[in-house]
């Protein structure tokens, strides 16, 4: 595709059920970000993913939060046990190289809204 | 360490006015720099970066931003606003030694007819 996709665009869920989000960076891009958007807040780091390196998990909240990424492509972010907290949007990013330092152009998709109830 | 402050959650400006966004960073290395934008129901967009060459950044859409060392600040610029530039804007920070990109907390702005 064209740029970074993201699905489901919204989800609803009740406190406690587990979700998963998944994110589909540009193609040829080694380099993925999660991050967490909440009301009135800045972007939180969540998690990246560079090539076939360890990804750098130190944004993840608490251990309910994981994420994956297979083949270097897709990614998928689960929330175990949600919380009424975890309600935000949730964004992915990609870009060329990456490294967390790196002056690449970030690449985002349009967003999962989260909504624990 | 890194951080970064957008000073005014929301600014207002009449169409045609001057738009001036403020942000300070704080790093302890030399710093890169960014601006992204994000239009209502969008995803988030590259609007400038600074990466240690020309101090002055033009940017899409008619933006810019100057990079001000000795005031730690990246303010982005824009000499006449149009209504489509209502968006929220984020300021962020990274450097090149292994530091995360950090975002700031974003400003609204809004244009008034």
């Known amino acids: 595709g064209a740029g970074v996709s993201q699905s489901p665009s919204n989800k609803v869920t009740e406190k406690g059920k587990d979700v998963e989000l998944r994110c589909d960076p540009i193609?040829?891009?080694?380099?993925l970000y999660w991050y967490r958007q909440s009301l009135g807040q800045g972007l939180e780091f969540l998690i990246y993913?560079?090539?076939?390196?360890?990804?750098?998990k130190s944004g993840l909240p608490s251990d309910r939060f994981s994420a994956e990424r297979t083949g270097g492509s897709v990614s998928t972010l689960t929330i175990q046990r949600t919380q009424q907290e975890d309600s935000a949007v949730y964004l992915c990013?990609?870009?060329?190289?990456?490294?967390?330092?790196?002056?690449?152009?970030?690449?985002f998709g349009p967003g999962t809204r989260l909504t624990v109830l | 360490a890194q951080s970064v402050t957008q000073l005014g959650s929301h600014v207002s400006v009449s169409e045609g006015a001057l738009v001036l966004l403020r942000c300070n960073y704080s790093?302890?290395?030399?710093?890169?720099l960014f601006w992204y934008v994000q239009y209502p129901n969008q995803g988030l967009q590259l609007l400038l970066k600074?990466?240690?060459?020309?101090?002055l950044v033009k940017g899409i859409n008619g933006f810019e931003a100057e990079f001000k060392k000795s005031e730690t600040s990246f303010h982005l610029t824009k000499p006449s606003a149009h209504m489509s530039d209502a968006a929220e804007y984020f300021c962020?920070?990274?450097?090149?030694?292994?530091?995360?990109?950090?975002f700031g907390a974003g400003t609204r702005l809004f244009v008034k007819a």
């Open positions: 993913f560079q090539g076939n390196s360890a990804p750098d």
């Open positions: 790093s302890s290395v030399p710093p890169y």
């Open positions: 990013a990609s870009s060329l190289e990456g490294g967390l330092a790196s002056t690449d152009t970030q690449y």
């Open positions: 600074y990466t240690s060459a020309a101090t």
């Open positions: 193609s040829g891009h080694t380099a």
């Open positions: 962020a920070v990274s450097a090149s030694f292994g530091f995360k990109t950090i």
